[in-house]
């Protein structure tokens, strides 16, 4: 079935960085785009960025904008959010996503903490 791992969320302070990374299995990850959705505490889920299943085209959400990139590894079946100049607003679970055959999976989250 199909399964997604987060990772690399942590504490961090105003200005610093992290790397989250989503590891993908029971499915053919090149052939997918990919998302990155986080929910901040006492609100709804948001979108934060999107990559094509080639890596070619990326979107993402006006508030992350020139912050955060959204990369892919194909051969290691893993997505990626780097992510820079980090806000307390920033702070929140961050998921990843697929829609496979119509079903969206998320993975179980991984916990953002932007403070000083």
């Known amino acids: 079935q199909v399964q997604l791992v987060e990772s690399g969320g942590g504490l961090v302070q105003p200005g610093g960085s992290l790397r989250l990374s989503c590891a993908a299995s029971?499915?053919?990850?090149?052939?997918?785009?990919m998302m990155w959705y986080r929910q901040p505490p006492g609100k709804e889920r948001e979108f934060v960025a999107r990559?094509?299943?080639?890596?070619?085209?990326?979107t993402s959400a006006d508030s992350v904008k020139g912050r955060f990139t959204i990369s892919r590894d194909n051969a290691k079946n893993t997505v990626f959010l780097q992510m820079n100049s980090l806000k307390p607003e920033d702070t929140a679970v961050y998921y990843c996503s697929v829609e496979v055959m119509r079903v969206t999976t998320w993975g179980q989250g991984t916990q953002v903490t932007v403070s000083s």
């Open positions: 990559i094509s299943a080639g890596g070619g085209t990326t």
């Open positions: 029971g499915f053919t990850f090149r052939l997918y785009a």
